[in-house]
């Protein structure tokens, strides 16, 4: 369609390589692709750089590209209770030839995809570095030993995630 002329020339330009092949040679070479580095947390953030012009169509010109619906649907796909609709594939793949109806971030490498803020250290060093999965280790031994059953509440949902790792490991 004449309406999406730059997605569809999105993967390649004339003379030069893939944008695929580009992103995944840069990130190759970026310290954070190393799998030791994954759980570094910084130690401070910065907020994004913004612009500042006179120019009133510059400054509307990210916005519009951020705020814009049909370059969302590329890059997050359609909604996911259309999925599994053959019509709205259909569609999709007529509007956005070559992606996938999931989305284009399903391309990336797994390795490219960011983690989540909550950062969970290796489960062997749960018990050895907190003092309450220690106690609780051998309280739950105890209460094995003794042929118990235990029912534990949290408060937080980051704390039953981390309890829940504990448990695999256990």
């Given at each position: 369609?004449?309406?999406?002329?730059?997605?569809?020339?999105l993967d390649r330009a004339e003379s030069l390589p893939s944008l695929f092949f580009i992103s995944r040679s840069a990130w190759t070479?970026?310290?954070?692709?190393?799998?030791?580095?994954?759980?570094?947390?910084?130690?401070?953030?910065?907020?994004?750089?913004?612009?500042?012009?006179?120019?009133?169509?510059?400054?509307?010109?990210?916005?519009?590209?951020?705020?814009?619906?049909?370059?969302?649907?590329?890059?997050?796909?359609?909604?996911?209770?259309?999925?599994?609709?053959?019509?709205?594939?259909?569609?999709?793949?007529?509007?956005?030839?070559?992606?996938?109806?999931?989305?284009?971030?399903?391309?990336?490498?797994?390795?490219?995809?960011?983690?989540?803020?909550?950062?969970?250290?290796?489960?062997?060093?749960?018990?050895?570095?907190?003092?309450?999965?220690?106690?609780?280790?051998?309280?739950?031994?105890?209460?094995?030993?003794?042929?118990?059953?235990?029912?534990?509440?949290?408060?937080?949902?980051?704390?039953?995630d981390l309890m829940g790792e504990y448990l695999i490991y256990r």
């Amino acid at each position: 369609m004449s309406i999406y002329p730059s997605l569809q020339r999105l993967d390649r330009a004339e003379s030069l390589p893939s944008l695929f092949f580009i992103s995944r040679s840069a990130w190759t070479e970026t310290c954070s692709s190393r799998s030791e580095v994954k759980w570094f947390g910084p130690a401070a953030t910065a907020p994004p750089i913004s612009t500042c012009c006179t120019d009133r169509t510059f400054m509307d010109r990210p916005s519009h590209i951020l705020d814009s619906p049909l370059e969302s649907l590329g890059l997050y796909g359609a909604l996911s209770s259309l999925r599994d609709s053959m019509d709205a594939c259909t569609t999709f793949d007529a509007h956005f030839p070559g992606l996938s109806c999931a989305s284009l971030f399903t391309t990336s490498l797994s390795d490219q995809i960011p983690l989540s803020m909550m950062q969970v250290p290796e489960a062997k060093r749960l018990a050895y570095d907190s003092a309450k999965l220690a106690r609780l280790n051998t309280l739950l031994q105890e209460l094995k030993a003794g042929d118990h059953r235990v029912l534990v509440y949290f408060q937080m949902t980051r704390m039953m995630d981390l309890m829940g790792e504990y448990l695999i490991y256990r």
